[in-house]
C-alpha cells in the first residue's frame, strides 16, 4: 500500500494537470468510498487494539468535543456582545456614509437606493480606514456560519459579502420545497440577517487576481439579474456586455463559492444541459421542478392523449442514488400519492395508473456515504414504494428532455428510457471560477488538488497562492492537505462535500480572524529545514508554519488565557454528527455520528429524528 501510494504521488507530481470532475454517480461513490474510510491492512487489528488505544481514542474523542464547547460558548457570547452594539454601529454608519456622499442625514432613504451600492462600499474603500479588508465570497453555508461568527465590530478588520443571491438557502429542505411540502420562504434568510454589521454587495466575482489581490466583479442589474458563477461565458457574454463591472481590492479573500450540479464543460455524458435535465441545488431549480411536476400532471389531464402516451408523460427518471436522488424521490412518491389519491379525492385521482418513478445509479448500492444495513433498507424502501432502481446502470447520453439511454455496466447492453421529465442529481463539478482561480496558483498546488478542489492547508490557507494568508476556500470548492511535500498522503482529508463541512470550517475561519492570530504563518524552506519568514510577493507559500498570536507568543497572559492557551491556532478538525435522509412515506434513514460512535435507526423512528 505504501509503495502504491509513493507510486500515485510520483505520478501526480509528474503528469500534466488535470482538473478532475464528478461527472457522475459512480465517481461521487468512489470519492465518498475515500473519505469515509480506510483500508485496512492489519489483518491482526482485533487483537493488536489494547485498552490503552481505546481509552486514548476516547480521551482524544473528549478533548475535541470539549474543545467544540467551548467555541460554541466563546460563539454566544461573541454574538451575544454584538448585538448590543449593532443599533449604534449602523445608525452611526449610515451618518457617516450620508456625510461623505454628500447627503444630508434628512435625505429620504430613496437616496440610498438610488446611489445602490454606498453603504456597502464608502468603508470597504475608505483610505483613512487602516483595517484589514476581508472579503467573503459566496453566501453558501461556509460564509453564513462565517458572518455568523465574526465579530466586525472587535476584530480589527472590515468585512464585505460578495454573492449573486443575498439569501441563506437551507438545502437539506430543497427537495421538500420542490413538491410543495415546503414554502420557498421557509428555507431561505436573508444574508443581511446573519450579521448587520457585515455589508453585503449583490454581485458576481468574474474572476480572481491572487497576486494582485484584487477581484472582478459584475454588479447585478436594476432587475436583479446577474450572470451567475455557474454559467459558462458563452452563455453570458451579451448580458455581461451591459452590466456594470468593477474591481475591489482586498487584504484577505476567503473563497466559498461552492460547486455546481451537472457539471458545465467538458462532461463525459453529452446531452447533460439545462435545457435537456432538471437540476436540485438552487431556489430557482426547486421553483422550475415544482412547476414542471405541475404542468406534466396537467397535460397528462388532457384530452386525445393515448394511455401510452399519458406513462410516458408520467414517467420521471431521476439519475443518482446519493442523498439529494433519494430524498427527492421520496418527496415525490408521497406527493404524487397524494393527489392521485381516490380515498383523499386528490386533485389527479384519475392517474393513478400512469405514474411510475425510475432512479438510474452507477454503483451497486444507494446512498453510498451510509452504512451497510442502511443501504439496504433504503433500497428495501424505495423498491417497496414502486420506484424502479436501477444499479450498476449508467447513462450514455441524454438525447432530449423526453430521452434518456442508460446502460448496464456489466454487460454494456443499452436501454432507451422514454420520460416527462430527467431529473439530473448525479455528481458535482467545480465552478467555472474556482477552474480559472487554480489556473493561477503554482504548479505545486495544483498537482495536489483533487477533483478540481483548491488545495489548502489545516488552517484553510489556499496552498500555493501569494501572498500566504491571504487566500483561504472552504466547503465544497476545497480538500485539506495536511502532508508536507507531498509525504503521508493518508492524512490528506478530502471531506464529504456536506454542509456540515462546510459551516464547520466557516467558524473556524471566524475564529481565527475573532481571535487575532497572525494569519501569514512561516515557511519551512526545504533547504535548511527552518522556518522562516514568507516572502509575501512570492508564490512559495506551500505549507505554512500554523497561524501564531504574537501578542500572547510576546508573554500577554491575558492574550495567552483567552486563548485557552493556544499560541498557535490549532488546526481544523471536523466533528462529524452523522448522517439523515428522507425516504418518504414516513421514513428516513438517521445514522447520528459523533466521532466514531454511531447511533443507527431506519423507518419511523428514523424520520422522528429527521
Known sequence: MKAQAETSKETQRT??????????????????????????????????????????????????????????????????????????????????????????????????????????????????????????????????????????LDTGYRVLCISPMNYFLFTPM?????????????????????????????????????????????????????????????QSDVAAQQQTTIQLSYDIAVYACGVQAGGSSG????????????????????VRLRSSVGDLLERASGPGLSNEHRRRMLHFVVVGGGATGVEYIGELTDYLADVTSFARKGAFAALAPYTSVTLVHGGDQVLPQFDEPLRIKALSSLQSRGVDVKLKTRVARVESPSRIVVFNKEDKAEEILDCGIIIWAAGTAPVPLTERLLGKLSPEARALSSYGRLAVDPWLRVIGAPHCGSLFALGDASAIIRSRGGENNGDDEILPQTAQVAAQQGAFMARLLNRGYDLTGSHVSTEKGKPVKPDNDSNDSLFASPPVHLEARGGDIGKIVQLRGNIEAKSFEFLNLGLLAFLGGGEALSQIQVGENKLIEAGSTGFLLW
Not at 468603508?123 to 456560519?145: E, M
Not at 453585503?200 to 466575482?205: D, H, Q
Not at 462532461?267 to 426547486?286: E, S
Request: glycine content about 4%.
Open 15 to 152: 503528469e500534466p494537470l488535470t482538473i478532475k470532475k464528478i461527472d457522475s454517480e459512480e465517481d461521487s461513490d468512489k470519492l465518498t468510498s475515500t473519505t469515509t474510510s480506510k483500508p485496512n491492512t492489519n489483518t491482526n487489528s482485533t487483537i493488536t487494539t489494547t485498552s490503552d488505544d481505546i481509552l486514548k481514542a476516547w480521551l482524544d474523542f473528549a478533548s475535541i468535543l470539549f474543545n467544540k464547547g467551548l467555541d460554541t460558548i466563546e460563539d454566544a457570547y461573541t454574538h451575544f456582545r454584538r448585538l448590543q452594539l449593532e443599533e449604534a454601529y449602523l445608525n452611526q454608519t449610515i451618518a457617516s456614509t450620508f456625510n461623505m456622499d454628500g447627503l444630508s442625514s434628512s435625505s429620504s432613504s430613496s437616496s440610498i437606493t438610488e446611489e445602490g451600492i454606498i453603504i456597502a462600499l464608502t468603508q470597504w474603500n475608505d483610505p483613512l480606514d487602516k483595517r484589514p479588508r476581508v472579503l467573503v465570497i459566496g453566501s453558501g453555508w461556509g460564509s453564513h456560519a462565517l458572518i455568523k461568527i465574526i465579530d466586525s
Open 174 to 234: 430543497l427537495a421538500s420545497s420542490s413538491v410543495g411540502t415546503i414554502e420557498f420562504r421557509s428555507i431561505v434568510e436573508p444574508i443581511r440577517d446573519a450579521n448587520p454589521t457585515v455589508p453585503f454587495l449583490e454581485g458576481t466575482v468574474l474572476d480572481i487576481h491572487p497576486m494582485e489581490r484584487l477581484v472582478d466583479v459584475q454588479l447585478s442589474n436594476s432587475d436583479g439579474s446577474s450572470k451567475s458563477q455557474l454559467e459558462s461565458q458563452s
Open 267 to 286: 462532461r463525459k455524458v453529452p446531452g447533460v444541459t439545462y435545457a435537456n435535465c432538471h437540476f436540485l441545488k438552487t431556489i430557482a431549480d426547486a
